[in-house]
């Protein structure tokens, strides 16, 4: 009778599974590749919300990441995406890369890591500052990427302009390997911190940070009002001197018509969560949830609820 009851009971509660399952909404997230930074915080969004907000699954999507994560929520292809400040900014007002897309209407859900522009070289090479970099082989990310706009814009605070560098297109990864073999003499990354496409390098080459004139980084601070001062230890990377870099909120984003009490139990689940986040992932560690009150596209309704009551 013992062994009848169990058995009966195992099977109520895959039968509940299987019906909680069937009824719970799914909904997708826009992260990036997969050797980058967004893909495994996608992944622990997706395992929070799977968990803490009933009716709701959640699954990573790969896309292009942060520059077609806008676009694809604006198309309501995922429901959901990570981005940047920056990058919001620009597809709310449909400027620069948004240009053709038109104005979109983006609303935020919450602050993540701060991404920041990783710009070395390697240790025994002549070049110490952004001027240093003219006529110089510099990869700067793959073509249509985030890391793009910024380097136009640091370049830009020293005088120079992309014509000025040779620039070479390549995924992180691959411009780091360029770099440690000797093929281009800088690269950049927009990247959250440790990016493994640096350590990955660092194991064949020590590597140097490039650093901004003096006054250049408040210029920057005051004429682009998206960026924050951000200092990369040295232990990061093992390098001599922390890198004083340009960085820039992540963020949650998604349509401003996405039904309120969905974006209120995303928005819980995650952020009202942070310990469990944090153990499942290492970017999470690095993230200021009062930066949600700070991002420079409005926050959805849902989000603000959320964030009002605490």
């Known amino acids: 009778m013992k062994i009848i009851k169990l058995i009966n009971s195992v099977l109520i509660l895959i039968l509940s599974f299987m019906i909680g399952s069937v009824n719970?909404?799914?909904?997708?997230?826009?992260?990036?590749?997969?050797?980058?930074?967004?893909?495994?915080?996608?992944?622990?969004?997706?395992?929070?919300?799977?968990?803490?907000?009933?009716?709701?699954?959640?699954v990573p999507i790969v896309t292009g990441g942060?520059?077609?994560n806008p676009k694809l929520v604006n198309k309501k292809e995922v429901d959901i995406a990570i981005t940047n400040n920056n990058l919001a900014v620009l597809a709310n007002k449909g400027a620069a890369m948004y240009k053709k897309s038109g104005k979109m209407n983006l609303r935020a859900i919450g602050a993540l890591h701060f991404s920041v522009l990783h710009m070395m070289t390697s240790k025994n090479s002549d070049i110490n500052t952004i001027s240093d970099l003219k006529g110089k082989r510099v990869a700067i990310g793959p073509a249509g990427g985030g890391t793009i706009p910024f380097t136009k814009?640091?370049?830009?605070?020293?005088?120079?302009?992309?014509?000025?560098?040779?620039?070479?297109?390549?995924?992180?990864?691959?411009?780091?390997?360029?770099?440690?073999?000797?093929?281009?003499?800088?690269?950049?990354?927009l990247s959250g911190y440790p990016a493994g496409a640096v350590v990955q390098a660092q194991v064949n080459k020590s590597l140097k940070f490039i650093k901004l004139a003096d006054g250049k980084l408040d210029q920057g601070l005051t004429k682009y009002k998206n960026y924050n001062k951000v200092v990369i230890p040295k232990s990061a990377y093992k390098t001599d001197n922390d890198g004083i870099v340009f960085g820039v909120n992540n963020m949650l984003v998604t349509d401003w018509e996405m039904d309120a009490v969905k974006v209120y139990k995303i928005t819980k689940a995650i952020y009202g969560n942070m310990e469990e986040f944090k153990r499942i992932n290492a970017y999470a560690k690095q993230i200021n949830v009062e930066n949600s009150l700070?991002?420079?596209i409005p926050l959805h309704t849902g989000a603000a609820k959320y964030f009002g009551e605490k």
């Open 66 to 68: 942060s520059v077609q």
């Open 294 to 296: 700070k991002l420079r």
């Open 153 to 189: 814009q640091v370049l830009g605070l020293h005088g120079l302009s992309i014509k000025d560098i040779k620039p070479v297109f390549l995924s992180y990864s691959d411009g780091f390997s360029q770099l440690a073999d000797g093929n281009v003499d800088a690269a950049f990354a």
């Open 24 to 58: 719970a909404e799914e909904l997708r997230i826009g992260t990036a590749s997969q050797g980058g930074a967004f893909y495994p915080v996608g992944q622990a969004i997706s395992t929070l919300v799977n968990k803490h907000a009933k009716g709701l699954e959640m």
